[in-house]
């Protein structure tokens, strides 16, 4: 179970974020409104929700999930892949503090997205992506192992982050899609596959006994449904327009 959680407002600057979509300019007043409903969201939940101020310095801040891994043994802030995202690490770490007194950290040269982090129990499976490299993994894998943890390393193809296209709903459950479905790693799972028209909502997020999908998506959410979960459908296109999913905008812990 989660209790909490910590999400940074998305700051005026959000159009500048990194992106790889084509689809429009992301609406601040929009962003700003989607943002409001999906704490509601997480408060629904159960969550306490640490709100932190916007960042105009950094677009892409409100992507709070890629800067750190929380986990009840231990918090990591990462080494964020791009350029323009590394001091937002740094950014978060005195938020952390108040909650995870020793913080570790993944420092230069290794690099580490969040996003690319999929945890199930005490295991975890780490993408090898664009953002994420092998040094990345490794400093990882010796942290976690400190405390007991194990890492799977999940080389990656397309996908942004490995969250992009996986999202573990406990109880054995995985959303999945695109170029995980063929992946051996993955055949254990119990699959809830969704269709190419509906990737975007293969980032779903499990809080508490409940699935927060991306609005819009119906034939996703009808499947998380028929597994047995309660859904919340949240609206985050402005989020989607810099490659942002319902994951990336909050850390649960
Ligand atoms: C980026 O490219 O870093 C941001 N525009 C989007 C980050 C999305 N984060 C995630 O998938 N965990």
Redo the contacts with the bound molecule.
Sequence with gaps: MFTHAIVRRPCSRLRD???SAELGTPDYDKAIGQHDTYIEALQQCDLRVMILPADDRFP?ST?V??TALLTPACAITTNPG?ET?KPEAELIRGSLQIFYPQLEQIEEPATL?A?DIMMVGNHFYVGLSGRTNQAGIDSLTGILAFHGMTVTTVKMRDM??L??GLSYLENNNLLICGEFLQNPLFDSFNQIVVPPDESYAANSVWINGTVLVPAGYPKTRAAIEQAGYETIALDVSEFQK????L??ISLRF
Excluded: N, V, Y
């Excluded at 810099?242 to 999913?245: C, E, K, P, Q």
């Design positions: 974020g990194l992106t892409d992507f999930e890629d791009a995202r997205d996003g942004l982050h969250k992009t810099i490659d942002g999913g994951s990336c």
